[in-house]
């Protein structure tokens, strides 16, 4: 994205995220059944939702929060 550690450096959340993923990253769908809200969805039969959530690089855009509840469209270049 551009932004430097310094840029995201006392966002925990940011930070977290990036850790959890990087951990993660080929084995989301792995991932997404061992976290309570995944659990959640087998028991729904959420399986091919949980498939659909664990693919990456699928669309040609990536939202952008601009500001609290409001997102524009971002074109991905790839």
Known sequence: ???SVDD?????????AIA?????QDKLLEMF???????RLLRLNGH???KYCA???VLDALPIQKEPGVL???PVNR
């Open 72 to 74: 524009v469209k971002n």
């Open 48 to 50: 091919e939702d949980l």
């Open 55 to 57: 693919q990456t690089d």
């Open 1 to 3: 994205s551009g932004d």
């Open 20 to 24: 959890l993923y990087s951990q993660w």
């Open 33 to 39: 059944y061992h976290a309570s809200h995944g659990k």
């Open 8 to 16: 995201i450096a006392g966002n925990d959340e940011v930070i977290g």
